[in-house]
């Protein structure tokens, strides 16, 4: 069985897309999303975007929570950026076209290797994200001569999933064969969910990452196994767990 901590929406869709080709999965959501703790701020500083040369959507949620904030997509006259075809494609469905996205799923490393991003000197950016998080895209982006504007719609929160005690007795049973993380907060929410005397046997599980940094992260803890997915996408990342000796599916 094949533990997935993906907040939602996403979760769902990954457990669906696995569930299809033969997997068992089990759906434990480590991280959720909310509103800023001061909107207000974030409805201030989107309440002109065409001050902004670019505006940078982070992550599908930074989309979710920042385009409700936004005037209608044809007023604008600024650029938008999307940090993966994710986050691209939820743009675009909600008709605000993307001037420019990586074609690789390594997130900020990707994006500053734009052509866009090389030349940036005294341009107005915008990066649309979560409150907190890294800030490797600001400081490569100001170092480069931007003027940069962090802009954080929405919250990260630690929730308490109402399936936790059942996690817990799957992992004590051995019943979880794999553990698909997409953030390095939520891997480490797990950890502050589950009760200590599980961590040992999780620790035997092959952990499932989308990225070196998650993959570091995941040595940093001792995890025995780690798989590289070549993406954050549910293909890619179902290509990692068919790599498995086990294969995690059922029947």
Not at 36 to 56: G, R, T
Not at 58 to 77: E, N
Not at 166 to 180: G, W
Request: overall charge positive.
């Amino acid at each position: 069985m094949i533990l997935i901590t993906r907040p939602a929406p996403e979760g769902e869709t990954l457990c669906q897309l696995l569930n299809k080709q033969g997997f068992e999965t089990f759906w434990l959501p480590t991280l959720q999303f909310a509103p800023p703790p001061d909107p207000e701020n974030a409805k201030q500083a989107l309440s002109q975007p065409n001050h902004y040369h670019w505006l940078i959507f982070i992550s599908p949620q930074a989309v979710r929570y920042g385009l409700p904030l936004l005037p209608p997509a044809h007023t604008l006259s600024c650029r938008i950026a999307a940090i993966g075809k994710g986050t691209a494609h939820l743009l675009t469905q909600n008709s605000y076209p993307v001037t420019t996205c990586p074609h690789s799923d390594r997130a900020s490393d990707a994006l500053l290797a734009l052509p866009d991003f090389n030349d940036v000197a005294n341009q107005r950016i915008a990066l649309i994200k979560g409150r907190g998080g890294r800030k490797h895209l600001s400081h490569i982006l100001t170092a480069r001569g931007a003027l940069v504007t962090d802009i954080p719609v929405y919250q990260r929160i630690r929730p308490t999933p109402p399936n936790l005690l059942t996690c817990q007795t799957l992992i004590q049973e051995k019943k979880i064969t794999a553990l698909v993380t997409t953030s390095g907060e939520g891997l480490l929410n797990l950890f502050k969910l589950l009760e200590k005397k599980t961590h040992s046997l999780l620790l035997r599980v092959p952990l499932v990452v989308i990225s070196p940094r998650l993959a570091r992260l995941g040595k940093r803890l001792q995890f025995r196994r780690i798989l590289l997915a070549s993406g954050p996408g549910g293909n890619a990342i179902m290509s990692a767990l068919k790599t498995q000796p086990m294969s995690g599916k059922s029947g």
